[in-house]
Structures are given as C-alpha cells and as structure tokens.
C-alpha cells in the first residue's frame, strides 16, 4: 500500500543548529510529497511541496528534494529558530489526488 | 480572510452518547475534507465533499459515524454511540477545488469517558 515513514522525535535542537527530518515513501504510482507543520494551537500549514522527482521544495530557509531512487523527501533548515519549533508532518498524495497520506509526525524542539 | 473554523475546540462525551462536529470552510471552496487523527498519528482521512455531495466517504471508521454538507458550505460530521476508541482530534480542511492546496482547521479534540 501507499504509505509515509517519518523519524520519530522529539528532535531537539539549539538555535542556530542544522536541522534535518528524515521522511520516506512507498507508493505504487507517481506520487506528489509535501511537508506540514503545525505549530502549537494551529491547523495544520502546507510548508512546501514537490511534484515530481529532483524537484526541490522551499520555503521560510526549508527544504526538500524528491529523490525516487531512495524514495526519500527529507526536510533541512540550515539554522533553525526557536520559532520553528513545531510538529512536522510529511504527505504524499498520487496522481493529484486529494486524498493526503500523512506520516504520524515528528516534533521539534529549539532551544534557545 | 477568515480560514477554516471547527466547533467545539473540545468536546467531552460519555461512552455511547451522539456527537456533531462542526466545520466552517473557507468561503468559495467547494472541496471539503474530514481527517482523524489518533494521538501520537498522522491525520487520516475520512471523507471528502464536493459541493453538497459527499464524493468519497471510504475512510469513514464504520456506520456510527457520518458526515452532511447540505448547503454546500458548513459541514457537520456526526458520531452516534461514541465509543473510547473514537478519542481523537478531528481535522476538517477545505480547498477551491480538489486539486488545490488543502487548508486545515485547529481541530476539535474529542475525548470520550
């Protein structure tokens, strides 16, 4: 089946610090990734998203690229803030579907 | 604008009473979504509204639980004979179509005794 496996956290960082949040895929068609956040007391965010394989997402210094020979959409900040301290959550939907296949999370602490 | 609301924020209930959750999409979208999501988990669909009619209700859990869009905007999503296992936050979302980006509400967290 179509599935999404993200690191487990809780990811904590210092300021300043290089973040990077691991998410894989299975998927039996051509698949399109996304990564939300959702920040204390708030929806659910669409933070960036790529279509299709070696585009690259950004978005607020994050990013993403779509590899499909590892299967991997694994999210980096260079220098991460307190402010980016959140839950992330990586998605995938196929064929422009609307039905959004979500991985269970990984929150993310940063400290000043 | 305003975004996608959901009433109550939290709903207590007992084992086996009726509950309705309510979704506001953002005005103009007629694709509506409800998702679930258990603690510690990712959202997981439920069922999916275009305009007034419900398109694709293949997540739904079971026959306890049910979903209307009557006037095409407002969404109530109702569980009768709620049961612990139901206990989690229930997320509407709405796009301008069911192609576009997806915009979520807070949620309505619902915990039954």
């Known amino acids: 089946g179509n599935s999404v496996t993200q690191m487990e956290g809780p990811v904590t960082l210092s300021e300043e610090a290089f973040l990077t949040i691991n998410c894989t895929y299975t998927a039996t068609g051509y698949p399109s990734l996304f990564w939300y956040v959702q920040y204390p007391g708030e929806g659910l965010q669409l933070l960036l998203k790529a279509t299709k394989a070696d585009d690259k997402g950004s978005n607020k210094g994050f990013e993403a690229t779509y590899r499909k020979e590892t299967t991997s959409f694994h999210l980096e900040k260079g220098s991460v803030q307190v402010s980016d301290s959140a839950v992330y959550f990586c998605?995938?939907?196929?064929?422009?579907?609307?039905?959004?296949?979500f991985g269970s999370g990984t929150r993310l602490l940063v400290r000043p | 604008g305003a975004g996608v609301s959901q009433t109550p924020s939290n709903k207590v209930t007992e084992k086996g009473k009726y509950v309705e959750l309510r979704c506001d999409p953002i005005s103009g979208h007629t694709a509506l979504y409800w998702y679930r999501q258990s603690l510690g988990q990712g959202p997981e669909f439920l069922i999916y509204f275009q305009g007034t009619g419900a398109a694709d209700d293949s997540g739904l859990p079971n026959d306890r639980f049910f979903a209307v869009r009557p006037e095409g905007s407002v969404s109530t999503l109702k569980i009768q004979r709620t049961e612990r296992g139901d206990s989690a936050v229930y997320l509407c979302?709405?796009?301008?179509?069911?192609?576009?980006?997806?915009?979520f509400g807070p949620g309505t967290r619902l915990t039954v005794t």
């Open positions: 979302a709405s796009s301008l179509n069911s192609v576009d980006e997806q915009y």
């Open positions: 998605a995938l939907n196929l064929d422009s579907s609307y039905k959004l296949i």
